[in-house]
């Protein structure tokens, strides 16, 4: 059984505290790792050697940081094949949807390699005889990020590349349940020739997550993840002095007009409904058609898609549209979601709960389900169940439907499909959501604009990635000079005007 470790001052270091946490082959069922869960003396010593490292890293010009970011891309494509492996062997993603995962955080690094010019500071000539004004954004220090399963490789990066780069250290707590890429990127940090102690990957659970919390030294923390989770981390680290930003779970709602083209509408829905097994933040949960005769139109259209959907594991190559689920223990609760479905009233029109794969009977399968006719006091509405299920609720018109979209606690993502622009406007302009699609199922925004929702999907200020990062992971010191000209005017009493 391979032994994982922690990676900390440049060196892989075996865990201490004697506990362990399983890692699964999700297409298999088997445990093929054991990841050390650190201790608080654990993380006290990953601290202490960003804490050395870090003065030396914020007073290297920031070009030369970024050279390291440079250089990491690089590496980043050279290994693509490698990571992307090691990412679906854990995570149970296809091959393709695995690179994307690295793609998608390799655009933030690209994004910080501009970090000389977004850490220019402001700057007033003359506000004052003789008195000019300038600011500068200065590291944080010692940063910590709390990342979830679903994106090993790009919800890392889009924590460290940007909290390195603006010349802090760095702490990584990755998910347990699938660390062996975040390890990987360190590694490949350190190649590209960043200094150790500057990024730490301490491993664990809730013992290490609370040491970060509480730890005097981590003056910044990013955390994605569930709801529940992201409430007490801001809670937490908030009431210990902390910059905090929590960004939590998703119920996202696409809106379907009767004047939208159906059939890019219900092929958007099998993508975003359906893709990396539902285990998406921006994955698309419940299709609200306006009108019962959209509604009939695009259920036919989705049954055969949802039907003909390719689940398999990873090694299957292009026959496989989607994986199993990350963990027994997920499968389990996406299942308990569906039968609670049944029971309380709601249409299954595709049944994947008999789903099985020969030869990967212990895999962690889900086969596609999509339901008719949910109502808003059902549990698969109100809840998010991270699976491979649609979920469609029916809204007679439009302010219904938006509606819907605006009453639900979460506010991550949310799409409308039409060919009416002032629907689509009226829609981007009133919803309360933090990431709006038109005609586009899953609106990530790239990596030079914010990523973040509102409501319970995000507790805190400032979003990730894009110029919101280098406003999170630096503070603004702004400095008042004054080099009098000639004769002095002596001491001032009253408090300081400009004249
Ligand atoms: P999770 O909340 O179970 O775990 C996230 C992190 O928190 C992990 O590192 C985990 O070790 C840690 N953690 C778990 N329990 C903890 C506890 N009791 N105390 C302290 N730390 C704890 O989330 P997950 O299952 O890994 O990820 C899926 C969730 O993440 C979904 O809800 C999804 O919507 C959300 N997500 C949100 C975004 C976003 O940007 N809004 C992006 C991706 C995923």
Request: hydrophobic fraction near 40%; include cysteine.
């Amino acid at each position: 059984m391979e032994q994982l470790w922690h990676f900390i001052d440049g060196k892989r270091v075996a865990g201490t505290s004697g506990r362990f946490a399983d890692v699964y082959n999700p297409a298999t069922g088997e445990v093929q790792a054991q990841v050390p869960l650190a201790n608080a003396a654990e993380m006290d010593a990953a601290v202490a050697g960003a804490k050395a490292a870090q003065p030396a890293w914020a007073a290297t010009n920031p070009q030369r940081r970024a050279r390291v970011l440079m250089e990491f891309v690089r590496l980043l494509h050279r290994d693509m094949d490698k990571l992307a492996e090691a990412l679906s062997r854990e995570h149970g993603k296809t091959i393709p949807d695995a690179k994307g995962d690295v793609i998608r955080g390799l655009e933030v690094a690209e994004f910080c390699i501009g970090a000389p010019h977004l850490l220019k500071g402001e700057y007033t000539d003359g506000a004052g005889p003789g008195i000019d004004i300038y600011s500068m954004k200065q590291p944080v220090g010692i940063a910590a990020g709390i990342t979830p399963f679903n994106f090993p490789a790009m919800i890392p990066m889009w924590k460290f590349c940007p909290a390195i780069v603006c010349g802090n250290a760095f702490i990584l707590k990755p998910s347990e349940r699938d660390p062996s890429v975040p390890l990987m990127l360190a590694e490949l940090m350190q190649e590209a020739g960043l200094p150790d102690g500057i990024l730490q990957v301490v491993n664990g659970d809730k013992e290490s997550v609370d040491a970060i919390l509480d730890h005097e030294d981590i003056s910044g923390v990013g955390f994605v993840g569930s709801t529940p989770i992201a409430a007490y981390i801001y809670e937490r680290g908030c009431a210990n002095g902390k910059r905090v930003q929590c960004f939590g779970g998703a119920k996202n709602h696409m809106i379907i007009m009767p004047d939208a083209d159906l059939d890019q509408a219900a092929d958007a829905l099998i993508g975003a409904g359906y893709g990396a097994a539902g285990e998406r933040c921006m994955a698309i949960s419940v299709a609200v058609p306006v009108g019962d005769e959209t509604a009939d139109r695009l259920i036919e259209k989705l049954i055969p898609k949802v039907e003909a959907l390719k689940v398999g594991p990873y090694t299957a190559g292009d026959d496989v549209d989607y994986g199993p689920l990350v963990t027994g223990d997920a499968e389990r609760r996406v299942r308990g979601l569906i039968d609670r479905g049944v029971e309380e009233g709601a249409k299954l029109v595709v049944d994947g709960r008999d789903f099985k794969l020969q030869g990967y009977e212990e895999g962690f399968y889900v086969g596609p389900c999509l339901f008719d006719n949910v109502t808003t006091d059902m549990d698969i509405y109100t809840q998010e169940i991270f699976g491979p299920v649609l979920s469609t609720v029916r809204a007679q018109t439009y302010e219904e439907a938006l509606g819907y979209a605006m009453d639900h606690e979460y506010g991550n993502g949310t799409a409308i499909f039409t060919r009416d622009g002032d629907a689509a406007r009226d829609f981007a302009n009133r919803v309360n959501v933090g990431m709006v699609g038109i005609n586009v199922p899953i609106p990530v925004p790239l990596a030079y604009h914010t990523f973040g929702g509102w409501k319970k999907s995000a507790f805190g200020d400032l979003n990730q990635h894009g110029p919101d990062a280098f406003r999170f992971y630096t503070k603004t010191k702004t400095v008042t000079s004054r080099w009098p000209s000639g004769i002095k005017d002596g001491a001032e009493f009253s408090i300081p005007v400009m004249k």
